[in-house]
């Protein structure tokens, strides 16, 4: 009989004592794949932590945002200047900064009305034209030839709208007062409604001129090279025209039905008409590269005492609109931003999302916001209490 070998023993003992902590083992695929999984979850852990932090450091500057009280009152006609504003307080402009601060005062005398361009203000009263730097320094004074309808203002030009209301003449200076085009016979018979300038520098100029003489209401563009030339003419129907605006070589038409867009010689972009009956624009921004984002809101929600609980952002092609969180008094775009105001809280909206954040004003438990007055070059809102006037940081 042949005897049991110990080393084989040994060997076969050692070989199932290998495959059982084989076995026990995981391969390494396995372990592979496991730390993968473990960095996975640490990366979305991190991930998850610097966007809390940076979500609640965004929630704590809305919850910083502030509000001070300005030296002026909701029925002295306060307009946006620059970085500031300024206010009619019956006898002369002021401007203050964003905060509150007066900067300079112009003595403007009774009864005047005034306009705000990119560095200069309008003033004017019967026959009297003020033209007045952004440091409060008059450039121009000097009396017209008749009475003023209305001064708008450009980079480069004023555009001085004087005569009766359908033989209106049409005078653009420069921002010294330098006569530099006029026409005197093209607007016998129309209402002239409106003027701006645009293009590199200003250096064209649109009109909008209502025929009331005819068997139909009728609204007229043109548009002008400043001391060159008429460029072109358009009729644009009975339908109320009441905002151009320049984007990127065209001008935007706003009526009470239509959205049109014409190049600088009038010339019609049919592709580009957009509907828009029902709904107003109530402000615009124009990037220096980019399409233009165009905000409006319900035409029944912009009277003068605006509730607005809806708004649409025309932005080229794309067309959207908005629900907001709550009735509000005023909304606008600032840096690719929306910002709408109730009585208690500012809402901020990314034009590109749908998502409305809302944060508190920090004004006394009594206090509402009533109406809006714009927002300034650095980021402030200004806001009514009734006649109180304040301005708000915009949250980021």
Known sequence: MAKANPNNSDQLYRSRSRNAAEARSPSQETVRKRQIRSWIILVCVVL???LGVRFL?????GKEITLSKLPCYSN??????RDGLVYYDGMSIHHLSSGGTIRWSFPAGTDVKFSVGPT???VWSGKQVFLVDKNGNATYNEAQEADVQFVRLGERYAAV??????EPKLIVKDLNGAQVDVEADAYNGLLLLDTGFYGDQGQYLWTLALDVFGTAPNTILNTFQVGKMNTG?????????????????????????QVYTYDYKCVQDTNA???AYGWKLIDYEVPERGRAKMLLAPTSQTSSTQVINELRVMEGEVDKRYTLPDDCVGAYIHNGNIYAASGDYVYRADASGQRFFGYKIPASADEKMTACYGITDDGRMLLASG??????????
């Open 76 to 81: 002295q006609s306060v307009t946006p200047f």
């Open 273 to 275: 008409t957009m509907l």
């Open 387 to 396: 006649e109180s006037m304040y301005s708000l940081t915009l949250p980021d």
């Open 48 to 50: 998850a932590v610097v």
């Open 161 to 166: 709208v004087v005569g009766e209301d359908t």
């Open 57 to 61: 450091r965004g929630y704590g500057r």
């Open 120 to 122: 200069h203000l309008a």
């Open 233 to 257: 003419e358009v009729s644009l129907g009975e339908d109320m025209t009441y905002k151009v605006v320049y984007e990127n070589a065209r001008l935007r038409v706003f009526t009470t039905q």
